[in-house]
């Protein structure tokens, strides 16, 4: 099976095009959160993604409303929207949460869980799945511009107990591109290039 991922467009339309032009190669497309910025504009990158040729799966961002995302998804059958939730294409299991784990930052458009909040979500990831976050795990592909680590602790925990078979987050702009390492999971971090990946 085949991935196309990316993170982080921040209404960029040309990203989302490029996206999509790319999704005739792809068995799922997954979009690992922030199409708007500040709360505004998600539908502007999700109505492109929508013309994907492949199951689309989403999660929120710390940019997106998650309400606004999980509405527009529900227009398309083949668009998926995962937060503490999952599915299961071609015999492979997904399983998505969103949004800034721990919260990091008080602005009134910041959508962000708890490491508790994030945790209690996590627990029904099944084994073996490809986790889908929006927050990278603590200490891999984390890495801020200051040199800290603005992963999650409970991310972390959660593909060490899980056994997750690959990791794909964004949200540290400073960290796209990296690739780490959890257990035996890949961790990438993905940015608002296509990412392929083969499962």
Not at 51 to 56: D, E, H, I, N
Not at 68 to 89: D, K, M, R, S
């Amino acid at each position: 099976m085949l991935l196309l991922a990316f993170s982080d467009l921040h209404r960029d339309t040309d990203a989302a095009r490029a996206i999509v032009e790319a999704s005739g190669k792809a068995d799922v497309v997954i979009g690992a959160g922030d199409f708007a910025t500040r709360g505004i504009g998600a539908a502007e990158t999700l109505d492109i993604l929508a013309t994907c040729r492949a199951p689309v799966l989403i999660v929120h961002g710390n940019h997106d409303r998650p309400g606004e995302i999980a509405a527009l998804c529900a227009q398309w059958p083949h668009v998926a929207y995962l937060h503490g939730t999952g599915v299961n294409i071609g015999g492979t299991d997904f399983f998505g949460v969103g949004g800034e784990v721990p919260a990091r930052n008080t602005y009134d458009w910041n959508t962000a869980h708890s490491e508790d909040e994030a945790a209690a979500l996590l627990a029904a990831c099944p084994k073996d799945a490809v986790l889908i976050t929006h927050t990278p795990p603590f200490g891999v592909a984390d890495i801020q511009s200051n040199g800290t680590h603005e992963g999650s602790k409970a991310i972390r925990r959660a593909i060490k107990t899980a056994g997750v078979r690959r990791c794909l987050c964004g949200h540290i702009h400073h960290s796209w591109g990296v690739n780490g390492q959890l257990d035996r999971a890949p961790v990438r971090n993905l940015g608002p290039a296509p990412n392929w990946f083969a499962v």
